[in-house]
């Protein structure tokens, strides 16, 4: 049988007695470590789930506008193909009616010059114009409305001669193609014009209904 040496017990016996109190802190500091695992754990999950539900929002709200976004692009594109087309009609009826009027425009010149051609000395009537005639004793002539159907018309006269005269003076109105609308005797003679003398004689001219004059004409006897 073997005897322990009292000193060498003691000295066992305090060696194991730091071990024995370290384990409750070394459990302890276990426990927390454990927790703060844990912690970590839980908020990465909760920022994976807000993560998550960010991704689906921003992958809908994506395939919302490009629905949206193919949408809007179809109808400006066919807006843009309407103001497209809208553009070459216009311009092509532009083309058209300019030839119309360059057309009418030619015809009317070709009218006026076969009327023109046909009834010698006559004058375009304007309105409300003083006309330069040039046909002596006329000097000039104008045109005022009176009514709708009628016009009436003056002629300054002048006579140019050394001596007096007795002017016989008629205005007749044509239409567009040269035919007779109206006509009128200014003078019939009886008025005498001394030498030098200018005077302004007064004429109504009937206009039937339907019919436009374009044209006048003055003569002198």
Excluded at 4 to 11: L, M, N, V, Y
Excluded at 36 to 52: F, G, N
Excluded at 112 to 119: S, Y
Aim: no cysteine; hydrophobic share 40%; charged share 30%.
């Amino acid at each position: 049988m073997t005897t322990q040496d009292p000193e060498e017990s003691q000295e066992e016996e305090s060696d194991a007695s730091p071990a024995a109190e370290d384990r409750p802190r070394v459990a302890r500091r276990r426990g927390r470590s454990r927790a703060r695992l844990q912690e970590s754990l839980q908020r990465v999950e909760a920022q994976r789930r807000v993560l998550v539900a960010a991704v689906t929002v921003l992958g809908v709200a994506v395939a919302v506008l490009g629905v949206w976004g193919n949408g809007a692009l179809r109808e400006v594109g066919a807006l843009r193909a309407e103001l497209s087309r809208a553009q070459r009609e216009e311009t092509s009826l532009g083309e058209r009616l300019a030839a119309s009027e360059a057309t009418l425009l030619e015809s009317k010149r070709a009218v006026e010059a076969l009327v023109a051609d046909r009834i010698p000395g006559l004058m375009e009537l304007r309105v409300g114009e003083i006309l330069d005639v040039g046909l002596p004793p006329v000097r000039r002539a104008g045109f005022e409305v009176a009514d709708s159907e009628r016009l009436e018309a003056k002629l300054l006269v002048e006579n140019e001669t050394d001596r007096a005269t007795n002017p016989i003076l008629t205005i007749t109105l044509f239409g567009e193609v040269g035919t007779e609308v109206a006509r009128a005797e200014v003078t019939d003679g009886s008025q005498s014009l001394r030498p030098g003398e200018i005077r302004t004689f007064f004429a109504t001219l009937a206009l039937p209904e339907g019919e436009e004059p374009r044209y006048f004409r003055v003569t002198s006897k």
